[in-house]
């Protein structure tokens, strides 16, 4: 029986399966898998530069939504979840759906869009601007947002993690597989 999100034994158990991965797979990590997840998390809690170009007003959920491509493995929708506050990245998870059409700021793009934004060769603005990247949430905000909003982009490629161009049948399987767990042991959908 799946965990039940925003629950303390959800948060609990998914934080344990992220060191768990952290701790066994080797680097780099796949993007957009927990242990990737996990290491922007940790990278970006400890990074002075967000802390100094974030907003100090700053309230709100920033998601990053990952249409599915079961070409790369990945046969239904992520959300990674970046839990926001003032200067401080308080956590960054996978989260059910629901949840994370709930954010408010949900930024929607394929894989081959997220690949091009971490190798920075589309910068997430534009994207959004261009509509290469699609958003649910207020535009100016995110402007007004534009440097914590770059940093938290330049440091998933700081992090660094394996592109989806590079994956191998075997790690296409792995996602597959990963994402298969994730759903059933913590309900995303």
């Known amino acids: 029986m799946p965990y039940t999100h925003g629950t303390q034994e959800w948060e609990e158990a998914y934080t344990a399966v992220t060191k768990k991965r952290m701790d066994s797979e080797k680097k780099p990590y796949i993007y957009f898998m927990p242990e990737w997840v996990g290491a922007w998390e940790?990278?970006?809690?400890?990074?002075?530069?967000?802390?100094?170009?974030?907003?100090?007003?700053?309230?709100?959920?920033?998601?990053?939504?990952?249409?599915?491509?079961?070409?790369?493995?990945?046969?239904?929708?992520?959300?990674?979840?970046?839990?926001?506050?003032?200067n401080?990245?308080?956590?960054?998870?996978?989260?059910?759906?629901?949840?994370?059409?709930?954010?408010?700021?949900?930024?929607?793009?394929?894989?081959?869009?997220?690949?091009?934004?971490?190798?920075?060769?589309l910068d997430v603005v534009k994207g959004m601007m261009q509509g290469k990247l699609k958003?649910?949430?207020?535009?100016p905000a995110i402007v007004r947002?534009?440097?914590?909003?770059?940093?938290l982009v330049d440091a998933a490629a700081e992090v660094g993690g394996l592109m989806p161009d590079a994956?191998?049948?075997?790690?296409?399987?792995?996602?597959?597989?990963?994402i298969k767990n994730m759903a059933a042991e913590f309900n995303i959908n």
């Not at 958003?135 to 535009?139: A, I, V």
């Not at 947002?145 to 940093?151: D, E, M, N, S």
């Not at 994956?167 to 990963?178: A, L, N």
């Open 42 to 86: 940790e990278f970006l809690k400890a990074d002075p530069v967000y802390k100094s170009v974030a907003l100090p007003d700053w309230k709100g959920a920033v998601v990053l939504h990952v249409l599915k491509n079961a070409d790369y493995g990945v046969e239904q929708d992520i959300y990674v979840y970046l839990d926001l506050l003032a």
């Open 145 to 151: 947002a534009i440097k914590p909003a770059v940093r």
């Open 167 to 178: 994956w191998t049948p075997e790690i296409i399987e792995s996602i597959k597989e990963t």
């Open 88 to 121: 401080q990245v308080r956590s960054i998870r996978i989260v059910p759906s629901d949840y994370g059409k709930s954010g408010a700021f949900v930024i929607t793009g394929t894989i081959e869009r997220w690949m091009a934004v971490g190798k920075k060769e």
């Open 135 to 139: 958003l649910k949430g207020n535009l």
